[in-house]
């Protein structure tokens, strides 16, 4: 039996096309999946789209669309934008789901009748980019933390009752280190909003339609804390008045909530909270993911700096684009990125690195062996051994992507193409190819580079899927499981076809002018 392994994102908002760095949540997420995968677990994945809420009611009218028109047309192009990406899914949950809503509803029901829900009156500052109500003290020069106009709301509304979950809530998070991450992420958390009682949290609006109904209060719309993070365990198939579907019971609790770090208060406060209510197991850890800055500034439409995920790859390419955002984001500070820094990491790690090793050891097979390499593997005469090397790298990604240092991890995989590039240098198999003595050594050389390059595609797989694939097609391998790096010397003798390019390598001013002119 493979251990179950459930992994979500947060479903993206069906209110605009999605840029980089809100894609970038689902290529980690789709990593992670991946190795996890090739580890032997049984994963599932689930992701998708918040498509209720006045924004989107709003964006629908201007666009002369319904709302569940307007919500098909954006959740639609998210999909395409996945795929364009390689990012696979088991599940892509949309909160208009029949399957969803029906869940929704019986869970305001069932919250309800045991008390945890009680009809009030809400009135405050209303934003509608945030679609929450905000402090008074929040607000600066007339406008809100998100830069609208908020506006004076009086309205009655349900509410769901936190103050009597806090501290349980504290307790768990203290029993469970892991619950929260980064740390500094779980310290904001009990800093900012759990060590003073918490107010009742609006749940239910009537200030517009587009939402789950609430049957026995007509007018009133479920809001989105129980509306779109329910969608974790409705994807599972969870309905408080059915029995437990095979799926909750295998995969619940969830072993990550992978979010970005702006709305880590909804999952790691309110979330856990709803799911108290219900009587169910908390996700085993919430991460908090950094944002993608550009520039080392917030991607904004009104500042003009927002790079989009279509654009990118255009010029690009998928695998440079998931390397990039992969490797250059750490795991608990923000990254930035720019087309100057992407033609950088193109040019140095993809190309000057991987693609070279690859083209450089297969041409060598080529001009001095005739494209045949044979499996001779002597007592390492060189300082450097690739053997040692390869055998120490995947437990140290397995263990870096235990701890989801995703970034570190693809680092792995470069530093072991940088080292095979130096054992190259060190060893200067063109010194012995002409040495009837050296046959043996040459032999060597050239086995244990390809052997090397073998262990960068298996495991390449998780990051970047389609140069594993590549690479494998090149030195002519077809299994990339992990299995077949237990023992360092996998790689079956034979004959190698000629090398292809793998990544152009860009004149940095042709390509920033090529992309600048496109962009405006």
């Known amino acids: 039996m493979k251990t179950p392994y459930y992994l979500t994102t947060a479903i993206a908002y069906s209110s605009a096309i999605p840029h980089i760095g809100n894609v970038y949540e689902a290529i980690l997420a789709d990593a992670i999946v991946r190795f996890k995968r090739l580890?032997?677990?049984?994963?599932?994945?689930?992701?998708?789209?918040?498509?209720?809420?006045?924004?989107?009611?709003?964006?629908?009218?201007?666009?002369?669309?319904?709302?569940?028109?307007?919500?098909d047309m954006i959740s639609s192009e998210i999909k395409r934008i996945y795929k364009l990406v390689d990012v696979e899914y088991d599940l892509f949950v949309r909160t208009t789901d029949p399957f969803h809503e029906d869940s929704v509803k019986?869970?305001?029901?069932?919250?309800?009748?045991?008390?945890?829900?009680?009809?009030?009156?809400?009135?405050?500052?209303?934003?509608?980019?945030?679609?929450?109500?905000?402090?008074?003290?929040?607000?600066?020069?007339?406008?809100?933390?998100?830069?609208?106009?908020?506006?004076?709301?009086?309205?009655?509304?349900?509410?769901?009752?936190l103050e009597p979950y806090r501290q349980r809530l504290l307790d768990h998070i203290e029993a469970h280190p892991e619950f929260i991450q980064p740390e500094s992420r779980k310290n904001e958390m009990i800093r900012t909003f759990l060590s003073e009682p918490l107010p009742d949290l609006s749940i239910s609006r009537t200030s517009f339609a587009w939402?789950?109904?609430?049957?026995?209060?007509?007018?009133?719309?479920?809001?989105?804390?129980?509306?779109?993070?329910?969608n974790y365990i409705t994807g599972l198939g969870y309905h408080p008045e059915k029995p437990l579907t095979d799926l909750f019971k295998t995969y619940w609790p969830a072993d990550v909530h992978l979010i970005g770090k702006d709305i880590l208060r909804f999952h790691t406060i309110y979330w856990p909270m709803i799911l108290m209510a219900l009587d169910l197991p908390l996700p085993k850890q919430v991460f908090g993911h950094p944002w993608i800055l550009v520039n080392k500034g917030k991607m904004s439409k009104s500042v003009g700096n927002v790079m989009y995920t279509d654009s990118l790859v255009k010029h690009f390419g998928v695998d440079p684009v998931r390397y990039y955002v992969l490797h250059e984001i750490p795991f608990a500070a923000d990254g930035n990125i720019t087309y100057e820094l992407l033609i950088e990491r193109t040019n140095s790690d993809l190309a000057n690195t991987i693609g070279n090793l690859v083209n450089r050891t297969i041409g060598m097979a080529h001009k001095y062996r005739e494209g045949v390499i044979e499996k001779v593997i002597l007592d390492e005469p060189y300082e450097l051994s690739l053997k040692e090397k390869c055998e120490a790298v995947l437990p140290r990604i397995r263990a870096l992507m235990d701890d989801l240092k995703v970034s570190d991890a693809l680092e792995e995989v470069v530093q072991l193409a940088r080292f095979a590039n130096k054992y190259i240098d060190v060893s200067e198999p063109w010194k012995l190819k002409n040495d009837p003595e050296k046959a043996d050594v040459l032999s060597h050389i050239l086995y244990h580079l390809v052997e090397t390059i073998r262990v960068v595609a298996v495991v390449m797989q998780p990051f970047l899927p389609k140069t594993a694939l590549e690479i494998a097609r090149q030195i002519g391998v077809s299994d990339l499981s992990f299995q077949t790096l237990d023992v360092f010397g996998g790689y079956e003798p034979q004959t190698l076809g000629k090398p292809t390019v793998m990544f152009e390598r860009y004149d940095p001013e042709a390509k920033l002018k090529e992309i600048l002119e496109d962009v405006e």
């Open 39 to 71: 580890d032997g677990y049984d994963v599932r994945f689930q992701t998708g789209t918040d498509e209720h809420g006045q924004k989107i009611e709003n964006k629908a009218k201007e666009a002369g669309m319904s709302p569940k028109d307007y919500a």
């Open 106 to 161: 019986a869970i305001f029901k069932r919250l309800f009748d045991q008390g945890d829900i009680t009809l009030g009156k809400y009135e405050g500052w209303y934003s509608l980019s945030e679609e929450s109500f905000i402090l008074e003290k929040d607000i600066v020069d007339g406008k809100g933390p998100s830069g609208d106009v908020p506006v004076w709301t009086s309205e009655d509304t349900y509410f769901l009752r």
């Open 211 to 230: 939402g789950v109904p609430v049957d026995f209060a007509p007018g009133h719309v479920v809001y989105v804390w129980i509306d779109a993070l329910s």
